[in-house]
């Protein structure tokens, strides 16, 4: 165990993979704008030959990661679908990935309309189930690929649970923990094998950067990894290392107002007379309410909900209702944000898919953010109005 894993998580997010510049003692990590590092001699050098291999910046944001997750290796993209890009990489021809059937729709997107014609095939099952788990496992799944909470009907899935089904088969394990950060929910001291994040939410945490990241503790995956991302170049800009390291240093206090937000928020959607059913972790009458409470140490700050007139047109009028919830895409910064992922993040999910996995026509997503909880219950309350 090395000496991060002992300090808290505020600690961490402060200080790892940080260290005074040594040339000048700055205490922030410098902006290493360069694309390339001169060499004494042939091959000899200080660790850097291009800045599309390596980087002082990111290598700094890549210790943090990892230290934030517990885990060996971090490994950053540009962007969110990048880092899964170089996952689905691994793979080839003729093999199967079986993923949750609550997915991103720039996911299901990824898998199906880029990897599908290329002959590697995903399936979508409900792995709430674990004997369907089983059963859908055959001899050509090379990977097992699950967000918890789920994008966005926010199911919650057994991480170890998973995990010992897939060991029993010697099937890796990926976790997208976008939607709780490694503040909240740590997959890989779970059983699982890689953990994605898209940094551009939670971990940057301030709508400014786009990028992804990769966390792993095994040796041989991690290098290979490391490969595909030099290989293929999709690799973040030292300026968005540098703008994330500085929003990792707030995250635990981020999440644990937006945490506190978001719970005072669904409790108070519940009771609502034009709201039907609310979609959130923390509410006690949630299928997997008490999972959630046993594998994170919150229950995030998204909530979704759809509504007792169950059309578009409903829907419409609470999204162009809002003043403080922005209509936006995305999600995890300070400001509070609402969606409508039937027609925005998960349009590329057909209708039929959508509507089994319980994202209906009218369901709305909020990100709740970190402003003063009453400014915004009165404006969910006068758009529902």
């Given at each position: 165990?090395?000496s991060?894993?002992k300090?808290?998580?505020?600690?961490?997010?402060?200080?790892?993979?940080?260290?005074?510049?040594?040339?000048?003692?700055?205490i922030?990590?410098?902006?290493?704008?360069?694309?390339?590092y001169?060499?004494?001699?042939?091959?000899?050098?200080?660790?850097?030959?291009?800045?599309?291999?390596?980087?002082?910046?990111r290598?700094?944001?890549?210790?943090?990661?990892?230290?934030?997750?517990?885990?060996?290796?971090?490994?950053?993209?540009?962007?969110?679908?990048?880092?899964m890009?170089?996952?689905?990489k691994?793979?080839?021809?003729g093999?199967?990935?079986?993923?949750?059937?609550d997915?991103?729709?720039?996911?299901?997107?990824?898998?199906?309309?880029?990897?599908?014609?290329?002959?590697?095939?995903?399936?979508?099952?409900?792995?709430?189930?674990?004997?369907?788990?089983?059963?859908?496992?055959?001899?050509?799944?090379?990977?097992?690929?699950?967000?918890?909470?789920?994008?966005?009907?926010?199911?919650?899935?057994?991480?170890?649970?998973?995990?010992?089904?897939?060991k029993?088969?010697?099937?890796?394990?990926?976790?997208?923990?976008?939607?709780?950060?490694?503040?909240?929910?740590?997959?890989l001291?779970?059983?699982?094998?890689?953990?994605?994040?898209?940094?551009?939410?939670?971990?940057a945490?301030?709508?400014?950067?786009?990028?992804?990241?990769?966390?792993?503790?095994?040796?041989?995956?991690a290098?290979?990894l490391?490969?595909?991302?030099?290989?293929?170049?999709?690799?973040?800009?030292?300026?968005?290392?540098?703008?994330?390291?500085?929003?990792?240093?707030?995250?635990?206090?981020?999440?644990?107002?937006?945490?506190?937000?978001?719970?005072?928020?669904?409790?108070?959607?519940?009771?609502?007379?034009?709201?039907?059913?609310?979609?959130?972790?923390?509410?006690?009458?949630?299928?997997?309410?008490?999972?959630?409470?046993s594998?994170?140490?919150?229950?995030?700050?998204?909530?979704?909900?759809?509504?007792?007139?169950?059309?578009?047109?409903?829907?419409?009028?609470?999204?162009?209702?809002?003043?403080?919830?922005?209509?936006?895409?995305?999600?995890?910064?300070?400001?509070?944000?609402?969606g409508?992922p039937?027609?925005?993040?998960?349009?590329?999910?057909?209708?039929?898919?959508?509507?089994?996995?319980?994202?209906?026509?009218?369901?709305?997503?909020?990100?709740?953010?970190?402003?003063?909880?009453?400014?915004?219950?009165?404006?969910?309350e006068q758009?529902?109005?």
């Amino acid at each position: 165990m090395s000496s991060n894993d002992k300090q808290g998580f505020g600690t961490k997010a402060v200080h790892a993979g940080v260290a005074p510049d040594p040339t000048s003692g700055a205490i922030m990590t410098p902006i290493y704008q360069t694309s390339t590092y001169v060499q004494e001699a042939p091959g000899k050098h200080k660790g850097y030959e291009y800045a599309r291999t390596q980087n002082p910046t990111r290598d700094a944001l890549q210790a943090s990661i990892a230290a934030l997750e517990n885990g060996k290796y971090g490994i950053c993209f540009s962007s969110g679908l990048a880092a899964m890009d170089a996952v689905i990489k691994l793979f080839q021809t003729g093999d199967d990935i079986l993923c949750g059937n609550d997915l991103y729709g720039g996911s299901y997107r990824l898998l199906t309309k880029v990897y599908g014609p290329m002959g590697i095939k995903s399936r979508y099952i409900d792995m709430t189930n674990l004997d369907l788990l089983r059963k859908s496992i055959l001899p050509e799944t090379k990977l097992i690929w699950l967000e918890t909470p789920t994008n966005p009907t926010l199911q919650i899935f057994d991480i170890k649970a998973i995990c010992m089904v897939a060991k029993e088969k010697n099937i890796p394990v990926a976790v997208d923990n976008t939607f709780a950060s490694p503040y909240l929910q740590n997959p890989l001291a779970l059983g699982a094998t890689i953990v994605h994040h898209s940094i551009t939410k939670y971990i940057a945490g301030h709508s400014d950067v786009i990028m992804g990241g990769l966390i792993v503790n095994d040796d041989a995956l991690a290098e290979r990894l490391k490969f595909l991302q030099n290989a293929s170049g999709a690799v973040p800009g030292p300026q968005d290392c540098f703008l994330t390291l500085r929003g990792i240093k707030t995250l635990h206090i981020r999440m644990d107002r937006s945490c506190e937000n978001a719970m005072r928020l669904a409790q108070y959607l519940q009771n609502h007379p034009r709201v039907g059913k609310v979609m959130y972790p923390g509410l006690k009458t949630h299928p997997q309410y008490t999972l959630a409470a046993s594998q994170m140490k919150n229950f995030g700050a998204m909530i979704s909900f759809d509504l007792k007139d169950d059309s578009m047109d409903a829907a419409n009028k609470v999204l162009g209702g809002t003043k403080l919830f922005s209509l936006a895409e995305s999600l995890g910064g300070v400001e509070s944000l609402i969606g409508h992922p039937a027609s925005m993040t998960h349009a590329s999910i057909p209708r039929e898919q959508r509507l089994a996995s319980g994202l209906t026509d009218s369901l709305i997503r909020l990100s709740v953010g970190i402003e003063s909880y009453e400014d915004l219950e009165k404006d969910i309350e006068q758009a529902l109005k």
